[in-house]
């Protein structure tokens, strides 16, 4: 977050009024910084609903951007009614998480967002059944080395990713919130029994409010990738103003982070939304939190994220930015597994980059 | 190193790139369209660098990376293939990034505004063609590669950029009058490539056209002649096959597609020789 452009980018997202007194090349740096950062769909929404005047050269992409994101909308709700057909036999709560529970519930983080994978969460006992009938209904495995299918299958909170052989939509059937073999273990059953139920979708679930928060935090905190950071703040930032309609919202997140054992990314998250988005976290709750996880949040892990977070056109050109993503991606792997097996699955991963890169000798685009 | 902007309607483009071919390419091709960058208070629709391969990959077999905002959405390709690069990286931008437009694999050229729209799958010859009605009939340049649709006002934008022709074709498209042929990059993907220069005429006159016709060419050597009038609905599917982002504009995409077949007449020909298609359309069109 340490470039103008970027700085600029987060300045009139959360203060539109000031894009009045951008001039044309300002408007191109902001919309190439917007849709970098993944987030030219919430600029577009936020200046819409501001009211702003932009220039017509800019406006062709913010409207086209909007217009995605309301086609992706459809098509994500689309196959939540596929997968409610596909699964709903089995008798077990289909819980959605991330974009798929913002678009299907009509959140606000939504709105102008743009969506990726569909997540799922189903229970733990039912996770044969359900990549069995997935499997019927057209969902293949997409990783199809040996190595990959056991790294998900033993390690990781989530099968190995599916997509559906006609339309390439990608789905990701988790069990629980962060990989077996990590610091914190996080009973999903929780999430999955609180879940609410929607109209006309019975066997679909959506996550409570502070379970959507705390899922969002806890993946970006451990995910490791940075490609979409700025987005997935704004989305925790969005997430926390709208759950924080409920009136014990506040005591449901400090109570879930604790019941879930996630209570120290759930206390680093918050403190990075209030020191980079000034999201509006009610000062007692950020002091719990902080007492809970044993301290202030650290001051060299606030410098990585602040450093590494940006768009992705300027995320290679800076080495500050390249360094902290690096440590960022090492620090998420180690907490996502222990030395031994860290140090197994580098050296895996490593040795198959090697061997993949040989081709590329020949040149093709 | 060079760095200038690109005007070309519909679009801007900045573009950044060390290799000597990519320059001489523009100012072969782009020689109206072209100005320096600097601060010239645009916006920029698509910034684009072509850049030289990273580690021992500027020097060694050097190779040429294609770059849109920093970020590589393709794999590099040998460094000699810079410009064809450029070219096929250009259309990736039009075709992938959201902008509003409707955007077809398909040939346009067009006379007093009435566009008349090739889609082709490759090697259907409509490059060929394309560029016989440019060079000998005179028509309007619009693409060679991309119909660009406007759905608020339903007319296809003009985008002159040189036609790419491939293998055998370069040879007969020489030999067209007023053809002008930049150099062949030989062993590229789709295996020897070089651009003809658009008329002038399609360049300044650069003017927006509604679809009138719809012809879908079919060169096969030997083959009789064959033309024939087909459905819109028909030619809807087929067409759609050929939109890169329809499905992404949701019912925007699919209303402008339907509003751009209304005003049309629709055909599917096959020919053996240039000659033949020219006479072909020009009993088509009437012109």
Not at chain 1, 264 to 283: K, Q, R
Not at chain 2, 235 to 261: K, Y
Request: proline share 7%.
């Amino acid at each position: 977050m340490q470039s103008a452009a970027c700085r600029r980018l987060v300045s009139i997202l959360k203060t539109p009024t000031q894009a009045c007194a951008l001039d044309l090349a300002a408007w191109s740096e902001l919309v190439a910084s917007a849709r970098a950062a993944n987030l030219a769909g919430l600029l577009a929404e936020r200046v819409a609903t501001a009211g702003i005047e932009v220039p017509p050269e800019a406006a062709r992409h913010l409207a086209a951007v909007r217009q995605l994101s309301r086609r992706q909308t459809q098509s994500v709700r689309w196959e939540v009614h596929g997968l409610q057909r596909a699964l709903c036999r089995l008798g077990i709560p289909l819980v959605l998480l991330k974009g798929a529970a913002y678009a299907v519930s009509d959140h606000p983080v939504g709105r102008g967002r743009l969506f990726g994978d569909i997540d799922i969460l189903v229970p733990h006992h039912a996770l044969g059944d359900v990549e069995l009938r997935l499997m019927v209904a057209g969902w293949a495995s997409a990783k199809t080395s040996p190595y990959d299918q056991r790294y998900y299958r033993t390690w990781m909170h989530e099968l190995p990713p599916m997509v559906s052989v006609r339309r390439g939509t990608v789905l990701d059937v988790h069990h629980t919130i962060l990989p077996l073999t990590s610091r914190h273990n996080p009973d999903a059953e929780t999430i999955i029994r609180a879940a609410s139920a929607l109209p006309d979708l019975p066997a679909v679930r959506i996550p409570r409010p502070e379970h959507l928060l705390i899922h969002s935090i806890v993946h970006l905190l451990h995910e490791g990738e940075l490609h979409n950071g700025l987005r997935d703040l704004f989305d925790i930032d969005g997430l926390l103003r709208t759950g924080a309609n409920e009136a014990d919202f506040w005591q449901r997140v400090v109570d879930a982070s604790r019941t879930l054992d996630v209570v120290a990314p759930v206390a680093f998250g918050l403190h990075l939304a209030a020191h980079l988005l000034d999201s509006p976290i009610p000062p007692p709750v950020l002091a719990d939190m902080r007492n809970a996880a044993g301290g202030p949040a650290s001051r060299l892990l606030t410098m990585l994220y602040t450093t590494a977070i940006r768009p992705e056109n300027e995320a290679t050109e800076s080495p500050a930015a390249m360094l902290a993503r690096f440590a960022i991606y090492v620090r998420a792997h180690w907490l996502r597994m222990p030395p031994h097996l860290l140090l197994r699955h580098l050296a895996h991963k490593s040795i198959a980059r090697l061997k993949k890169d040989e081709p590329a000798v020949e040149g093709r685009a | 190193m060079i760095d200038v902007t690109l005007y070309l309607a519909p679009v801007t483009v900045r573009l950044r790139a060390p290799f000597g071919t990519v320059r001489h390419h523009l100012e072969t091709f782009y020689p109206d369209a072209l100005r320096p960058s600097g601060r010239t208070g645009n916006f920029i629709d698509f910034d684009i660098r072509i850049a030289h391969g990273t580690g021992w990959r500027r020097w060694l077999r050097p190779q040429a990376r294609f770059l849109l905002d920093n970020t590589e959405p393709f794999l590099p390709l040998p460094a000699s293939q810079a410009a064809p690069l450029f070219e096929w990286g250009l259309n990736w931008c039009l075709a992938s990034r959201p902008l509003g437009y409707l955007v077809m694999h398909a040939a346009v050229v067009a006379r007093d505004g009435d566009a008349l729209v090739m889609p082709g799958s490759p090697g259907a010859g409509k490059s060929t063609l394309c560029a016989a009605l440019t060079f000998i009939d005179q028509w309007q340049l619009l693409s060679d590669e991309l119909a660009i649709l406007a759905p608020e006002s339903g007319s296809l934008q003009p985008n002159p950029r040189p036609i790419s022709l491939k293998n055998e074709s370069i040879d007969i498209v020489a030999r067209f009058p007023g053809a002008r042929l930049g150099r062949r990059y030989a062993d590229t993907r789709k295996g020897t490539i070089s651009h003809a220069a658009p008329p002038a005429a399609s360049r300044t006159v650069a003017r927006q056209a509604r679809c009138r016709w719809v012809i879908f060419p079919r060169f096969t050597p030997g083959s009789a002649p064959r033309c024939e009038a087909i459905g819109r609905a028909e030619a809807f599917a087929r067409i759609a096959e050929q939109s890169f982002n329809r499905d992404r504009m949701g019912d925007t995409g699919f209303h402008a597609l339907c509003g751009m077949l209304d005003k049309a007449r629709c055909f599917d020909i096959a020919y053996d020789s240039t000659e033949t298609a020219l006479v072909m359309v020009r009993d088509i069109t009437g012109r």
